[in-house]
């Protein structure tokens, strides 16, 4: 089927980056819109001389449409279910469904060609974020055309948009299930089982965009002691285990973060007395602790940028945080340390880490330089979707 919707006319010249597939057309693009278009609305996008670009989601702010199509598909029941099972079949083809393996990410916004869309799955359950007003109205169907995915992968889903609309939209979300039910919250990653707290929990509930950086940390836990800062859910400290760390301490600010990293290491090694976990501020701990505790340390922060106008601040967070590593980790130690603010590039890390390194006067070696897992998709015609930097490095 074949649809137009209300139109948004461009300035002239302005379609050059929704010709290349970027999907974002800003406000100041903007030459005529439809007045009776309202925030969420499905618009048609225009080019000065009248030729149809495509179609997308309508939103007040600096990104004025997300496109959905570069055509006049039709966004619909059908639309999103094609989108869906193309998504489904890159994370099936990625290895992610499998007997010892339930979570990850089924769709990252543009990279999977859904902007404002997250799903996360967790075993049978899907968890819905909707990032703009389009997807929280589409929802319901959204929700539907999960269910329709082969081998009732989705068979309940979480809708969990309270934190991730725009507040102005005043479309006030309730996090609920909007299909099914709950039934366990248990989720397994790579053999290792964990509780998602979906209801109460960050993002939604854990964040599955480290499993395969937490594998690696695996491969050099034997025989170390290991210092996993910002915690969170514990998946580094429990992966550190399995590897055959000797020590593995745990760190978070947050109470509730530490309760949750204490009940997966109990779900997965019960009674195991090498791990410790603390409430404490990340800077206090690293200042009280002393030279040559750790032999790994993890430092996964949450985005010190979470806009561009908080960059410069964030660069000096990143590297005091990670000169406090540097001056402290033993020798021959692994550090690793990322960054998950979309605002601050591969290059501004690194330099931020460098100048860290530099300031302790020790030899680092950078022995893998990480990223975003393949089910965090980066489409290509929008290079801001790559967030996730890492760097492992080793500290003679
Ligand atoms: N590494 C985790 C994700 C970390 S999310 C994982 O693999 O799942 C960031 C965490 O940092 C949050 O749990 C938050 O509570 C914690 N945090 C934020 N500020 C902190 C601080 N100053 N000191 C210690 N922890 C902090």
């Not at 330089?369 to 998709?377: E, N, S, V």
């Amino acid at each position: 089927m074949t649809t137009t919707y209300k139109p948004v006319t461009l300035h002239r010249g302005k379609e050059e980056s929704l010709k290349r597939f970027h999907p974002w057309v800003f406000s100041g693009a903007i030459a005529n819109a439809d007045p009776s278009i309202e925030e969420g609305d499905l618009v048609s996008v225009y080019t000065s001389t009248g030729t149809l670009l495509g179609n997308g989601h309508s939103q007040v702010g600096s990104i004025a449409v997300r496109m959905l199509t570069f055509d006049d598909t039709a966004i619909d029941e059908a639309f999103y279910r094609q989108r869906l099972l193309d998504a489904f079949k890159v994370r099936q083809s990625l290895g992610l469904l499998r007997d010892d393996n339930n979570a990850f990410r089924l769709v990252h916004g543009e990279g999977d060609f859904l902007p404002g869309l997250v799903v996360d799955i967790y075993g049978h359950t899907a968890v819905l974020q909707a990032h703009s007003p389009g997807m929280h109205f589409a929802r319901h169907t959204i929700a539907h055309a999960l269910t329709q995915l082969p081998g009732s992968l989705v068979q309940n889903v979480y809708y969990k948009s309270e934190t991730t609309l725009p507040y102005k939209a005043h479309l006030d979300p309730v996090n609920e299930y909007i299909v099914g039910d709950f039934d366990t919250d248990v989720a397994m990653e790579n053999g290792l089982l964990f509780h998602v707290d979906w209801l109460k929990g960050q993002k939604t509930g854990f964040f599955v965009d480290q499993r395969e950086n937490r594998k690696l940390v695996e491969r050099y836990a034997a025989g170390r002691r290991v210092l996993n800062m910002f915690c969170y859910t514990g998946g580094f400290s429990f992966y550190a285990l399995r590897g055959g760390a000797v020590a593995v301490d745990s760190v978070d600010s947050s109470a509730k973060a530490v309760s949750l990293t204490n009940a997966n290491v109990e779900l997965n090694f019960p009674g195991d007395t090498r791990h410790r976990a603390f409430a404490e501020d990340a800077f206090k701990y690293l200042d009280a602790m002393q030279v040559g505790t750790y032999d790994l340390i993890v430092l996964d922060p949450p985005a010190f940028a979470k806009h561009k106008s908080a960059l410069r601040n964030a660069l000096v967070g990143y590297r005091r945080l990670n000169a406090r590593a540097f001056e402290k980790i033993a020798p021959g130690g692994i550090l690793f340390t990322f960054s998950c603010s979309q605002a601050v590039n591969k290059e501004q890390f690194r330099l931020a880490v460098f100048s860290a390194a530099a300031q302790s006067g020790r030899r680092v070696r950078i022995l893998h330089q990480l990223t975003q897992p393949a089910d965090h998709p980066i489409n290509i015609y929008h290079p801001e979707g790559e967030y996730l930097k890492g760097l492992v490095l080793y500290v003679e």
